[in-house]
C-alpha cells in the first residue's frame, strides 16, 4: 500500500468515525432533503420542488427543480453527474433526466426539470443523485400530480311549457371534476331561436372534486315564434390559477318547442309583445325601443334601471366600440344602493349616418357579490333625409317599468335661421295601438286630440319657438297592442310662412254680400297637389263684427284632391266694405289670400204696428198648433223627397247586372281563345 | 311537385307571383299586404319586388332608400342574403328594387337563375310582385301559382282575361282577385264576373280611403287598421291561401333545414 492509498484510507475511516454518518430534512411544507456521504470529499445534496409544493399539475409542462451541493469539509469534489428519476408508486421509473456540476469547493447549485404533462394522475418520487469515482449522494422527496380543473355539464333542459314571448328557464348542472377550484368559468347558452343572443353567465365559485353547482337562467328572447328550437350550452374556464386560455367543456343541447298562447287570438295583429327583460338582481324601468332623427342631429334617451335587493349593485353600460363616435352614456358605471333607482341618458349623434334604419346594441352589466348578469338591449334607430331651414322633430318611443306601456317623447327644434309662430305639431297614433283615447294621456304642450282615417291625431299647439330653441311633448300611451305599430308613430309640423307653394293650388273663393246682422257662407276650394296624405288647415279672420263661427278648420287631404271648406259667419251692424284673411297652411307650405268682404246696411222696413188686445190661452195654443202642424207637414214632404232621391240616386249609381255586357265579355273572351290558338 | 285540386302542393318555399297585364290595378298593394297578413300569421315570408318598370314596394314600407335588391340578384352582383333587407315594423323580409327612371332590362337566363335562388331559399313564402304585362315562359315553370289582379272596368278584366288565358295555357295555377270594388253604376257587376270568369276568384277587395293613407304614412294598411274592411278582405285571402295551398301550418316547418324538408313526415303536407 502506497502512502497515498493510505491517506485515502484514513481519510475515508476518519470520516465514518467522526461525522454522523447521514442527516435528513424533511417537513410537510419543505420538501428539502440533505444527505451527507463521507468519500472522497464528502457534499450535501438538497433540492426543492417548484414553490415548494408537493403537488403539480400536469397542464404546466416541464417542472424545474433546483438542488444544491456544498463540500462537508474543506476539500474540492470533483465533477460529477446526475440523474433525476421520477418513480411512480409501483415502482417502474415515469421519466429520467440528466444533471451535472463541475468540480466545486464551495456551494452550488443547479436545476433539472422534468415533464409533468407525461405524467399520469398519482403519487410519485423524484429521486436526484450526483457520484463521481469517489463519492455519491442522492435525495428523494414524494409528490403528487392532480387532475386540473375539468368541468362536465350534465342535466340540460328547458322550462317545460313555453309559448310565444314567454321567458325560458334553462336548467344546468355544472361538475367539477377536477382536483383544481377553477377561475373564471362563463356559463353560455345558446339557440337556433330568431334574434336569439348568446348569453352568459359568470360561474365562479364551483370548488373542487366532488363538487357540483346547478344553474338556473330565466332568459327572455328565446321563444319569439312558435316552433321548435335546440339550445346549446357549454362553459368556458381556465384549468387553474395561472392558466391563460380558456377551455371549453362539452357541449350539451335540448329540443324544446314554443307553442302559440292556449287562447286563439283574436286577430293576428295581437302579437303578444315582447316584455322587458329582467337582469338578475337588477330591474330596467325604461327601455328605449325606437329613436327617429334627421342627419347632423343628436337625439336623447333614457335607460332607467333600478336595484330591487338588500345590496349594492354595480351596473356598467358599454356599447360597441364602432359605435362610440356615434352613441355617448351620460354614465358608464354607476354603483346602485339598494333599492335605488337609476336614468342614464343616451345620446345619440347621427352625423355621418345616412339614412337608414340602424340597431344599436346597449350592454348592460349587473355585479353584485361577484356575479355577473349581462343583458344587450337593442335601440332601433332610423335616420331620415334632412329638408334645410326647417324645425328638426325627433320621435322617441320607449317602453317603461316591465308593464309594456308606451312613452313616446317628441321633440322640436328650431335650427338658426327658423322661428315658429303660432305653429303646429301633429303626432300620428295609428288607431290599431290602443282601444280608445282614454288609453293615452298627451302633455307637456298644450294639445287636443281628434281621430280619423285609421289614425289619432294630437295636435301641439306652438304658439312662439325661437332660434335654436327646443319643447318637448310626451304621450304616455298605456298597454300598446303591438310594438310594431309603435314604429309608425310620426310626427309632422305646420309652421305658417309666407311663401306661397306650389301643392296648395287655390280654385275658388267665393263671398256673399252680407248684409247687417245677416248670415252667410264663404265657400273655398283648393287643389292640393302634395305626394303624401297631410294635414291642411284652413283659417279665416275678419274685422271685430264679422263672427266667423269656424274660424279654423283642419281636414286630411290626400295627394290631388280637391278640398272645399265653408266658413259660416254672422254679420255685425257696421255696413262697409273690408277684407278677410284667409290662410291655407299644409306642411313646407302656406298662402294667405285676401277676401273682399261686403256688408250691405238690411233694408229698412215699413210696418204698420196695431195695438191688439191680449188673447186667451187657447187661442195661443191654437196659433201655435196650427203653425207647427204647418211646418211638420213640410218637414215631412221635404224628409220624403229627400229619402226618394237619395234612394234612387244609390239606386241608379250601384253595379247592375247587365247581359249584354255579359255577351260582350263571351264574345271578347272567344277572340282571345282564337288568338291563341292561332298562335299555337 | 303535385297537383291539388286548383291548388299546387309544393316543396318549401311557395312561390305566389301577383300579376296583371294592366298597371295600376293594385297588384303593389295587394302584395304588400298579404305579405303582411302572411308574416303576422307567424310565416315566414319573403317579399320581392320585381317591377322592373315602377317598382313600388319601397314607396308602401318606407324602404325606398334601399339599393341594388332584385337587380343585384338579377345580374348575380349579390347573394340572396345580401339583397334581403327587413322591415323593422313587421320584421318581414324584402327584396326592393330601385327606383331609377330607366326599367332595369332582364333576360330569360337571368331570371330562370333568380327563381331558382327565391326556390331554394329557406322561406315559408315568397310572393313576387311583378311589372305588367307578360313575362318569359321559364317563369312558369318556376312559380307555384299565380293571382292575377284585375279592377271591375273592362280594361282591366279583358287584360286578366287574356293572361288567364296565357297561365291556363301553360298549365299554371292561376286565381282571379278584383281589387277596389265599389259597386258604382259604371263597374262591372261582381256577378257578371262570376259568370264569365272561368277559373277560380279568390278575393273581391273592396275600393277603401285606407289605402292611400297608408301608402302616404309607409304603413301597410292591414297594420295600420287592421278591422276595416280592405284589411278583413286580405285577412280572408291569406286565409284562403294558406287553406288550400297546403302550406303547412305556421311553425310547424318554421325550422326545418334543407336536408330535413326532405325527410318522410317533414315540411309541407303530402
Given amino acids: 500500500m502506497n502512502l497515498h492509498a493510505m491517506l485515502m484510507s484514513f481519510v475515508i475511516f476518519a470520516s465514518i468515525a467522526i461525522l454522523p454518518s447521514y442527516s435528513f430534512a424533511s417537513s410537510n411544507s419543505s420538501s428539502t432533503l440533505s444527505a451527507n456521504v463521507v468519500v472522497g470529499c464528502p457534499f450535501s445534496l438538497s433540492m426543492d420542488l417548484p414553490s415548494n409544493s408537493l403537488t403539480v399539475i400536469p397542464e404546466y409542462g416541464n417542472y424545474l427543480i433546483s438542488y444544491e451541493l456544498k463540500p462537508l469539509v474543506n476539500c474540492r469534489v470533483p465533477g460529477m453527474d446526475g440523474k433525476l428519476l421520477i418513480e411512480s408508486s409501483n415502482g417502474s421509473i415515469a421519466e429520467s433526466e440528466s444533471a451535472s456540476v463541475k468540480s466545486f469547493n464551495s456551494l452550488v447549485n443547479g436545476t433539472v426539470g422534468f415533464n409533468a404533462s407525461e405524467l399520469e394522475i398519482g403519487n410519485y418520487n423524484a429521486s436526484l443523485g450526483f457520484k463521481n469515482n469517489q463519492t455519491e449522494n442522492s435525495i428523494t422527496s414524494a409528490f403528487t400530480v392532480l387532475a386540473p380543473v375539468s368541468i362536465v355539464l350534465k342535466n340540460f333542459t328547458v322550462s317545460s311549457s313555453v309559448t310565444i314571448g314567454s321567458p325560458v328557464n334553462f336548467y344546468i348542472e355544472l361538475s367539477n371534476i377536477g382536483n383544481y377550484s377553477p377561475s373564471d368559468i362563463e356559463l353560455f347558452i345558446n339557440s337556433t331561436a330568431p334574434g336569439a343572443r348568446i348569453i352568459t353567465n359568470d360561474v365562479k365559485n364551483i370548488t373542487a372534486y366532488p363538487s357540483t353547482e346547478n344553474v338556473t337562467l330565466t332568459e327572455y328572447g328565446f321563444a319569439g315564434k312558435p316552433g321548435t328550437y335546440t339550445a346549446y350550452a357549454y362553459a368556458e374556464y381556465k384549468k387553474s390559477a395561472h392558466g391563460r386560455n380558456y377551455t371549453k367543456s362539452n357541449v350539451l343541447n335540448f329540443t324544446y318547442t314554443v307553442n302559440l298562447p292556449s287562447h286563439s287570438a283574436p286577430h293576428p295583429i295581437t302579437v303578444p309583445p315582447t316584455p322587458i327583460p329582467k337582469i338578475p338582481k337588477a330591474n330596467l324601468t325604461t327601455v328605449p325601443l325606437y329613436l327617429t332623427s334627421v342627419p347632423n342631429a343628436t337625439i336623447g334617451t333614457s335607460i332607467g334601471i333600478s336595484n330591487p335587493s338588500n345590496s349594492t349593485e354595480t351596473i356598467n353600460f358599454t356599447v360597441p366600440s364602432y359605435l362610440s363616435n356615434i352613441v355617448k352614456l351620460s354614465e358608464n358605471s354607476i354603483a346602485l344602493s339598494a333599492g335605488g333607482t337609476v336614468s342614464v341618458n343616451l345620446q345619440i349623434n347621427s352625423r355621418n349616418l345616412s339614412s337608414g334604419i340602424y340597431n344599436i346594441p346597449i350592454n348592460v352589466t349587473a355585479t353584485l357579490n361577484n356575479r355577473t348578469s349581462v343583458y344587450t338591449d337593442y335601440v332601433t334607430y332610423s335616420v331620415s333625409g334632412k329638408e334645410p331651414n326647417k324645425p328638426v322633430i325627433n320621435t322617441a318611443v320607449e317602453l317603461l317599468n316591465n308593464t309594456n306601456d308606451g312613452y313616446i ?105 252680407f248684409r247687417t246682422y245677416g248670415n252667410g257662407t264663404t265657400e273655398v276650394e283648393l287643389l292640393y297637389t302634395g305626394s303624401y296624405a297631410e294635414n291642411i288647415t284652413f283659417g279665416l279672420t275678419g274685422p271685430y263684427y264679422m263672427t266667423i263661427h269656424n274660424s279654423s278648420q283642419t281636414v286630411l287631404a290626400v295627394p290631388n284632391q280637391v278640398l272645399y271648406i265653408y266658413f259660416n259667419q254672422h254679420a255685425g251692424g257696421i255696413a262697409g266694405t273690408s277684407n278677410e284673411k284667409l290662410y291655407i297652411t299644409a306642411p313646407n307650405a302656406a298662402l294667405n289670400y285676401s277676401v273682399a268682404l261686403i256688408v250691405m246696411p238690411s233694408p229698412v222696413n215699413t210696418t204698420t204696428t196695431t195695438t191688439i188686445k191680449p188673447n186667451a190661452l187657447a187661442t195661443a195654443l191654437n196659433s201655435i198648433g196650427n203653425v207647427a202642424r204647418k211646418y211638420f207637414i213640410v218637414l215631412i214632404i221635404v224628409a220624403l223627397a229627400i229619402i226618394l232621391s237619395l234612394a234612387y240616386y244609390s239606386y241608379n249609381n250601384k253595379s247592375h247586372y247587365k247581359r249584354d255586357r255579359i255577351d260582350r265579355i263571351e264574345s271578347i273572351k272567344k277572340q282571345i281563345k282564337r288568338n291563341l290558338d292561332e298562335k299555337r | 311537385m303535385k297537383s291539388d285540386s286548383n291548388f299546387i302542393v309544393s316543396d318549401r318555399p311557395y312561390i305566389l307571383r301577383i300579376s296583371a297585364q294592366k298597371g295600376g290595378v293594385g297588384k303593389t298593394t295587394i302584395a304588400v299586404n298579404l305579405s303582411v297578413a302572411l308574416k303576422l300569421k307567424g310565416y315566414s315570408v319573403l317579399l320581392v319586388d320585381a317591377d322592373a318598370s315602377n317598382p313600388s314596394v319601397g314607396l308602401h314600407l318606407g324602404l325606398e332608400n334601399s339599393t341594388g335588391g332584385f337587380i343585384d340578384l338579377l345580374k348575380g352582383k349579390a347573394n340572396l342574403e345580401y339583397t334581403v333587407i327587413t322591415h323593422g315594423p313587421t320584421g318581414l323580409a324584402v327584396i326592393c328594387s330601385p327606383i331609377s327612371m330607366q326599367a332595369f332590362g332582364m333576360n330569360e337566363h337571368e331570371v330562370e337563375v333568380a327563381y331558382n335562388t327565391l326556390k331554394k331559399s329557406d322561406y315559408d313564402i315568397v310572393i313576387v310582385d311583378t311589372q305588367p304585362g307578360y313575362f318569359p315562359d321559364v317563369i312558369t315553370r318556376k312559380i307555384d301559382h299565380t293571382l292575377i289582379v284585375t279592377n271591375p272596368d273592362m280594361p282591366s278584366y279583358m287584360s286578366a282575361l287574356r293572361l288567364s288565358e296565357y297561365f291556363s295555357s301553360r298549365k299554371v295555377p292561376n286565381m282571379l282577385l278584383v281589387n277596389r270594388v265599389s259597386n258604382k253604376k259604371y263597374e262591372i257587376n261582381i256577378k257578371e264576373i262570376r259568370e264569365t270568369y272561368e277559373g277560380e276568384i279568390a278575393a273581391i277587395v273592396p275600393e277603401d280611403e285606407i289605402v292611400p293613407v297608408s301608402i302616404a304614412s309607409k304603413i301597410p294598411a292591414f297594420l295600420l287598421s287592421p278591422k276595416n274592411r280592405f284589411s278583413k278582405a286580405i285577412l280572408d285571402l291569406a286565409e284562403k291561401l294558406i287553406e288550400e295551398s297546403g302550406i303547412p301550418k305556421a311553425g310547424d316547418s318554421a325550422y326545418i333545414t334543407k336536408t330535413d324538408k326532405h325527410k318522410p313526415g317533414a315540411g309541407r303536407k303530402k
Fill in chain 1, 409 to 513: 317623447v317628441v321633440s322640436i327644434s328650431t335650427p338658426s335661421n327658423v322661428t315658429i309662430t303660432n305653429g303646429t305639431a301633429i303626432t300620428y297614433l295609428p288607431q290599431g295601438l290602443i282601444p280608445n283615447e282614454s288609453y293615452m294621456d298627451a302633455y307637456g304642450v298644450p294639445n287636443n286630440i281628434t281621430e280619423s282615417n285609421g289614425y289619432y291625431y294630437i295636435e301641439w299647439h306652438i304658439s312662439k319657438l325661437g332660434p335654436n330653441q327646443n319643447i318637448y311633448a310626451y304621450v304616455y300611451v298605456k298597454r300598446p297592442s303591438s310594438q310594431l305599430l309603435m314604429s309608425g308613430i310620426t310626427t309632422n309640423i305646420f309652421v305658417p310662412t309666407s311663401s306661397t307653394a306650389s301643392i296648395l293650388r287655390l280654385l275658388y273663393v267665393d263671398s256673399p254680400t
